[in-house]
């Protein structure tokens, strides 16, 4: 049984694509981190989102409570984005993790 | 900027053996967290820790497993007897408040049980 589910698993894209990741999840949640784990493995937290949405430099993550889905976006898309995307909730007292989506920007 | 430290970065360990997972939070957070991901699998979350005790623990984390602030600075986690299923790379992470904010991870232990 998979909490959290992230699609697509892979995606391609060309330098400067609007990328869209999505993640929908089926138990009730206080916040939902968004992470990027890098090519050696290191993790980054991106966002923590608990309604609404957040914007950090060319990154865009938006959450719908109500529909349990978040979506990851990142506009004008470069090489140095090429990396493995993570959704993961917190429901109080479990965190639960996506399987993560693969991307890869080539120039 | 500030970081979370993790020690050894890679430790390989003979199965039956006791190993410590060593992390050094930043310095004014006050949530921390121990996180594995089994070679090519997701993320799974083992234990947070809050006020010199467990908050909250997975069903991986089980009798085997433990963690303890020793010293105010460091955060470990210790795996009493270790089983070939537990090589992993070892996340650790801090957050100034619950996780209900966003946190900062170590860069990782990769355990590998021969």
């Known amino acids: 049984k998979n909490e959290v589910e992230q699609s697509p698993q892979n995606l391609t894209a060309q330098e400067g694509e609007f990328i869209t990741i999505n993640c929908s999840y089926s138990v009730g949640i206080s916040a939902l981190h968004w992470l990027q784990q890098h090519p050696g493995g290191g993790i980054v937290s991106l966002f923590m989102?608990?309604?609404g949405k957040k914007k950090h430099g060319r990154l865009i993550a938006t959450i719908n409570i109500q529909e349990k889905h978040s979506s990851l976006h990142i506009t004008a898309s470069h090489p140095r984005d090429s990396a493995v995307y993570i959704c993961?909730?917190?429901?109080?007292?479990?965190?639960?993790f996506g399987t993560g989506t693969s991307l890869t920007v080539i120039p | 900027e500030p970081e979370v430290t993790q020690t050894p970065s890679h430790q390989v360990t003979q199965m039956g053996q006791e190993v410590i997972l060593r992390c050094v939070p930043i310095s004014n957070h006050l949530y921390f967290y121990w996180y594995r991901q089994i070679l090519g699998q997701k993320v799974e979350f083992l234990v947070s820790f809050y006020n010199n005790e467990i908050s909250e623990k997975s069903e991986i984390f089980d009798d085997q497993f433990s963690v303890e602030r020793p010293d105010g600075s460091n955060f470990t986690l210790k795996i009493r007897s270790t089983k070939l299923e537990d090589s992993a790379m070892y996340f650790c992470?801090?957050?100034?408040?619950?996780?209900?904010?966003?946190?900062?991870f170590g860069s990782g232990t990769r355990l590998t049980v021969v």
């Open positions: 992470a801090s957050s100034v408040r619950q996780a209900n904010y966003g946190y900062t």
């Open positions: 989102l608990s309604s």
């Open positions: 993961a909730v917190h429901t109080g007292n479990q965190f639960y």
